[in-house]
């Protein structure tokens, strides 16, 4: 079974604060997708990441993919308590499957 | 925008029901997924369709069948529920081309067997 390793799982910081979430594995991957799921609704994606050393930015989220696309972060600046969420990473192998493998999860709660 | 629409956001069962989750996407998508979420584990897949009457297993078939009769449509059945089945069940739906594509989820159902 494949694995992808999330960190951290809980986050809780103060609003303006930064932060960066870990998503790592033994295996290499096609491309990295991000989702954020807040409560009550399902994951709805952020970003993929499919170029090894790529780097993405969404206003004050930056995505970055591993030189080796076994690993992904995501880096928030300044929080605001909008960003309170899950946050999981979904690794892909491309045209030769259907499925993704999903990381645990990293909880954050912005604190206004 | 996509719309995938799960019938049901909460949902009480009894052991030994057989329990039919629906799961409409508007978008003419090929491939449609079941999960369930649970805390500390993450998204598991349960099954699988990338076209109509096509399905596969994903990691956690057991105690699941699941039919695909219409493109839009993709049900999850609990053949015979038990307990352990209590779970945030959420349904996804993606284009054909491979796994980068990405997933889009209903609200999920939160089903609770006793």
């Known amino acids: 079974t494949q694995l992808l390793e999330q960190s951290p799982q809980f986050l809780s910081i103060q609003e303006g604060e930064n932060l960066t979430v870990y998503c790592n594995s033994s295996?290499?991957?096609?491309?990295l997708q991000w989702y954020r799921q807040e409560p009550g609704e399902g994951p709805v994606l952020l970003v993929t990441?499919?170029?090894?050393?790529e780097v993405k930015k969404l206003k004050r989220l930056t995505f970055q993919f591993g030189d080796a696309r076994k690993d992904s972060s995501l880096h928030i600046t300044a929080a605001q308590p909008g960003d309170t969420g899950l946050y999981l990473c979904a690794g892909a192998w491309g045209d030769s499957s259907y499925k993704l493998i999903f990381g645990s999860g990293t909880r954050l709660l912005v604190r206004p | 925008d996509v719309k995938v629409t799960q019938s049901s956001r909460y949902l009480v069962k009894r052991t030994g029901e057989k329990v039919f989750l629906e799961c409409v996407q508007d978008m003419d998508h090929e491939n449609m997924f079941w999960y369930r979420q649970d805390p500390g584990l993450g998204l598991r897949l349960i099954y699988f369709s990338y076209d109509v009457k096509m399905k596969e297993k994903g990691d956690i078939p057991e105690g699941y069948s699941v039919s695909r009769e219409k493109k839009e449509r993709f049900s999850l059945i609990l053949e015979s529920a038990s307990t352990n089945q209590t779970s945030m069940y959420l349904c996804?739906?993606?284009?054909?081309?491979?796994?980068?594509?990405?997933?889009?989820f209903g609200d999920g159902t939160r089903l609770s067997i006793l």
């Open positions: 295996s290499v991957f096609s491309s």
């Open positions: 996804a739906s993606s284009l054909a081309g491979g796994s980068n594509q990405p997933q889009h």
């Open positions: 990441v499919v170029t090894g050393g």
